[in-house]
């Protein structure tokens, strides 16, 4: 893991607490695991030659596999094991074991969104659960990349009636990267991620531009990149009220009311979907 103490002096391979991000120093990572929810996993993203969505955390690997290449090295390995629909509690007591197994030198964790998204939020548990799962990969020689989202309220008035979790969501999550050195992607103040185009029908999942977005986003946060992802995009075609409306109700019957159904149900989208890639797999650098 790459550190750097409070003057700026690099620390080496340690695990050390209460220290400030590394800006722009330069870092090569050989393992990387990336844990979550649906979001990590990659959905509605392009498709891989296996069939699963690629996402933004396989296109950050590629980016560190060419990174790694200019310094030396000839690939990196990677692990996904992130899954779609988990609470926040599921990730951390069955996926940071499994990351923790593989002894990464970094991890991206994103989950919390679906917490926020039912009935219950309780707030106590989940700072624990992400403190001591942050703590485990920390003591365990990994850096940690969290993730601060963005105010759903600027994209849908459904959407919007979440706004305070994911508010108080965030400010668990840089309570917690303080604490541990974790560097953060902060999406509240990036104007750029409220254009639909970024967001798949589903107005929950990226799309793949969005995912592509997400990976220069992570890019910038591990200091190895610019903030240049936060420029809007060029406007695209004007949408009038009539036309907002039927999507409106297009994306209700489509994803809404199969949404409710199966939280009535107690049936989550992910009860049948296992990890894309539970073990190491390498990355060379592109071309």
Excluded at 80 to 104: C, F, H, T, Y
Excluded at 108 to 121: P, Q
Excluded at 122 to 141: F, H, N, Q
Excluded at 158 to 171: D, H, P, Y
């Amino acid at each position: 893991m790459c550190l750097v103490a409070a003057g700026g002096e690099a620390l080496g391979d340690q695990t050390l607490f209460m220290w400030r991000p590394r800006a722009s120093l330069r870092c090569v990572w050989k393992r990387y695991v990336a844990i979550g929810d649906s979001f990590t996993e990659g959905l509605m993203d392009e498709a891989r030659d296996d069939g699963r969505h690629r996402g933004w955390a396989d296109r950050l690997a590629q980016k560190l596999a060419d990174h790694a290449a200019v310094e030396g090295l000839a690939s990196i390995s990677y692990a996904n094991v992130a899954i779609r629909g988990r609470l926040l509690a599921d990730v951390m007591s069955q996926q940071v074991p499994v990351a923790e197994a593989l002894k990464p030198d970094l991890v991206s964790l994103a989950a919390g969104v679906n917490d926020c998204l039912r009935r219950e939020f309780p707030v106590a548990e989940i700072a624990t659960d992400l403190e001591v799962g942050v703590r485990r990969l920390t003591e365990g020689g990994a850096h940690v990349l969290l993730f601060a989202y963005g105010d759903p309220s600027r994209r849908s008035r459904v959407l919007g009636r979440i706004k305070e979790r994911i508010v108080v969501l965030n400010a668990i999550t840089e309570d917690v990267a303080q604490r541990y050195g974790c560097d953060v992607v902060r999406y509240w103040d990036a104007a750029v991620m409220d254009d639909d185009r970024l967001w798949d029908a589903d107005r929950l999942h990226l799309s793949p531009r969005g995912h592509a977005l997400a990976a220069e986003s992570a890019w910038e946060a591990l200091g190895l990149g610019s903030a240049q992802w936060r420029t809007p995009l060029a406007p695209g075609p004007h949408r009038g009220p009539i036309d907002r409306a039927g999507s409106d109700l297009a994306w209700l019957k489509a994803h809404a009311l199969p949404w409710i159904g199966r939280r009535l149900r107690g049936r989550s989208s992910g009860d049948s979907v296992t990890p894309k890639n539970p073990q190491w797999v390498t990355v060379t650098a592109s071309g």
